[in-house]
């Protein structure tokens, strides 16, 4: 499965809850605006689902992870290689 960095603008619950219906255990919350995501779409596949009726969320960006590196959560980055290697 391909992983995502989705960012949004905002804060918003609605957006977040929205991320959990869709996603569930594909997704992971790594900040109030940031989500990692696994799934087989395409980043404007992923940004049709989450359905942003023309920006109520603010501005989202959408990102596939190819290749990553920082410092979090070293769960984040067992999630994020476990996704990677699942079939979809």
Request: zero cysteines; aromatic letters at 12%; charged letters at 25%.
């Amino acid at each position: 499965m391909k992983v995502f960095f989705v960012s949004a603008e905002k804060r918003l619950s609605n957006l977040a809850a929205r991320v959990e219906e869709i996603f569930g255990g594909n997704s992971r919350k790594l900040a109030d605006s940031m989500w990692l995501v696994a799934s087989d779409s395409t980043t404007q596949d992923l940004y049709r689902q989450i359905d942003l009726n023309g920006g109520d969320f603010g501005a989202l960006v959408i990102v596939t992870l190819v290749d990553f590196f920082g410092w979090g959560d070293k769960s984040a980055w067992e999630w994020v290689e476990a996704k990677q290697n699942e079939d979809g």
